[in-house]
C-alpha cells in the first residue's frame, strides 16, 4: 500500500494507492478541519467498447476505470500529478491537482501507451465520495433567457431518496445529473453546484468549459459519489479517438470546501474564481459601462440618437460607451447579414469616427459590439471563407435560424477574427468590445473531429486561446463576455473576459433576482447588471433598477435625456456610489441573508462583504412587511437613494431588522 500525503496552504489531502485497486482519494479537508470524504477511486473511464464494470445509470464504476493500478507521483507546493495504467488498454492516466487561491483544480489525461487505437467516450475530471451524507442539502441552478440564475436548495434525500441499500449490500444505480445542451454551456443549467451542512464541512464545485459538461451524483452503500466532466457520448454525442502515442485533457473543474454551510462555501468558490482569472493591468479598472442597446436602440443607431445619449451618459459619470449592433450595416433587419465588420455607408452622418471622436471628447473609452463566431448565411464573408472555417455535420455547414458558426480551430477563421479587432482598434481606438454570441448551434462539429461534442470542445478551447492571444497585442482592451445575457456563464471564459452580461433581461422587476443570485455564478466584478432607467418609471421602479445595477458592476442604457430631473440625481447618485465601492468588490464576498432568491420572492437580499463594510442591496417586489436579516447588524453608514420613501431600520440582537414598504423598491444600506 502506497500512501500519498499533499499539503498546500489550506488543503491536506490523502489518497491510498493499493496494488489490487486503484488510487482512492481517502482524506480532503481544509484548514485543519474535519474529513470532507470517504474512500473512493479518483478517475472513470468510458471507451467505445467497454463501459461500467457494474451497470448503473452513473458515469461510476467504469471497467477501465477500476483496472487502474498506481505508477508514481509528483507533488510541489501547489501541484500534483499521480499516474496510474491499466494493463488492458494500455491507457495511462494521469490525475492533475492544483492548488488555485481557496480551491483544488483537478484535470485528468489520458495516453494511449498501446500498439492500437482507443475511443474515449467520457472521463471523470473529479470524482468524490461524500464522508457523510446526514443533513446535507443540495444546491443547484437552473438558468434560461431572460431567467438566469435560479437557484435551488433542497435537502439531498430530496433528490436522492433512501433506497435501503444496506439490505442489497450494493450500490444504487440512479443519478441526480445538470447537463448543458449544445454551444450554450448556462443556457438550461448552471455547471455549478454544491452540497451543504451548516456546521460543515460542505463542498462545491464548478465544471470550466464552454463546450459540453455535466456534474452528477450517485449512491453508494454508504453515502453520495459526486462525479463532475466535460463531454461526453450520451449527453454530447463526444468521442475521441485516441491513436497510439496521443493524448486527452479533460475538462477542468474547480473544488472548494468550507467549514460552514451555503453562505461559507460560496465565499471559498469566490476566492477560487479570482485565482483563475488571467488580469491585465487594463481589468483592474472597473469602468462604468453605458451600452445604447437594451431598452434604447435596440440595434438601430445612428449618430443623430447616439449624440443626446452621448452627452447624458457622459454627464451620469459614464467612463466607457459603447455601440451596440448595427453600426456595422445600413439595413435595419441584418441578422442574417453579419460577419463583415466595417462600418455602415451611410447611418452614421460624418461617419462613425465622428461619433466615435464626440464619445472620445467626453472623456469616455469608445466600444463596439461584435459577434466574433457568427456568419450570416447572406453575408459576403458566408462565400469568402472556405467551408473548413465553418461548423460542419457530415460534410454540410451548419446553418442555426439563418446563420453560420465560425471553426476558430481553422487558421482562416481565426484570421478573420485578427483582421478585425486589429483594424477597429487601430481605425477607431476601441478600447472595449462586448463579444455576443446569439445562438445555439447544436452539438458541435464533426469536421477534423472524431466526434461532433470534440469538435465543439476543440472550436471553444481555440475561442478561449484566441481571445487570450488578442488581449495579449491589444493590452488597454477590454472584452465583455456575453451569449444573449448569460447564455454561456462559464469559467473557461470568465478566467479570460473582463466582465459577464449577466442578463437580457428587460423588466427591472424580473431581473432583481437574476442580479441578487449572480455571484454565485460569477465574481461581483464580473457581474455586469443592467440598470434601465426610463421616464415612464416611477422613483421605486427607479430604484430597481438603479440597484440592480449596483448589486455587481454597473451597466447603464436607457434614454438618460429623457429623465426627470429627480431620476437623473438618482442616476448620478447611483455612479457615483459605485465607483466610491468598486474597488472593494475585487475582494467582495457574497452572502443571501434571505437565503438564495427564488423567482417570485417578495424580498430579495444580496450582501457583499469587504475592507471591514458590507454593501446590502434589497429589493421590495410585493406587500410591506417587516424582514430579518441575520447576522447584519451594524450602523448604517450610507443609504441609497438618499430621497426617497423611508426604509425603518433596527438592529435586534444582532440582526438587522428592515420595515420594507410595498414594491417594487429597493435600496442599498451600507454596514
Partial sequence: MTRIEWTTSRFALEFAAPGDAPVSLVALAIDGGENAVAPHAIVDLFTAGEHRRRTSQAFVRSAAGERLRYRSHEADASHLSIRQHDDATGLEVTTSVRALGDGLQWTQTIHNLSDRAWTLTAASSLTLELADRADARLLWGESEWLAEGRWHEQGLGD???????DSHRQDG????????????????????GAIVRDGGPSVAWQVETSAGWSWELAQTEASVVIAASG????????AERLEPGMSFTTVPVGLVVADGGRDAVFAELAGYRRALRLLRPADESLPVVYNDYMNTLMGQPSTEELLPLIEAA???????????????TDDTDYWSAIGVWTEAPSRFTGGLASVIDEIRSRGMGAGLWLEPEIVGVDSPAAQSLPDDAF???FGERVIESERLHLDLRHPAARAHLDETVDRLVEQFGVSYFKLDYNINPGVGTDHAATSAGAGLLGHTRALRAWLIDVQARHPEVLFENCASGAMRMDYALLSVAHQQSTSDQQDAVHYAPIAASAPASVLPEQAGNWAYPAA??????????????????????????????DQTRMVSEAVTLHTSWRDRLSGAVPSWPLGLPGWDDDVIALALRSGGETFLCVWSRGAAGQVVLPGLGGAVRTTFPAAGTEWPVAVRGGDLVIEVPAGPDARVLVL
Fill in 536 to 565: 415612464g418609471m416611477s422613483a421605486g421602479e427607479t430604484a430597481v433598477t438603479l440597484v440592480n445595477g449596483l448589486a455587481g458592476r454597473f451597466m447603464l442604457s436607457g434614454f438618460l435625456p429623457q429623465l426627470r430631473e
Fill in 159 to 165: 433528490v436522492l431518496p433512501d433506497l435501503g441499500l
Fill in 231 to 238: 463531454p461526453g457520448d450520451l449527453e454530447h454525442q463526444f
Fill in 314 to 328: 457622459a454627464a451620469a459619470g459614464t467612463e466607457v460607451f459603447c455601440i451596440d449592433a448595427g453600426w456595422f
Fill in 391 to 393: 461548423f460542419r455535420r
Fill in 173 to 192: 444505480r440512479g443519478r441526480f445529473v445538470r447537463s448543458s445542451h449544445g454551444a450554450w454551456s448556462t443556457g438550461e443549467y448552471l455547471p455549478t
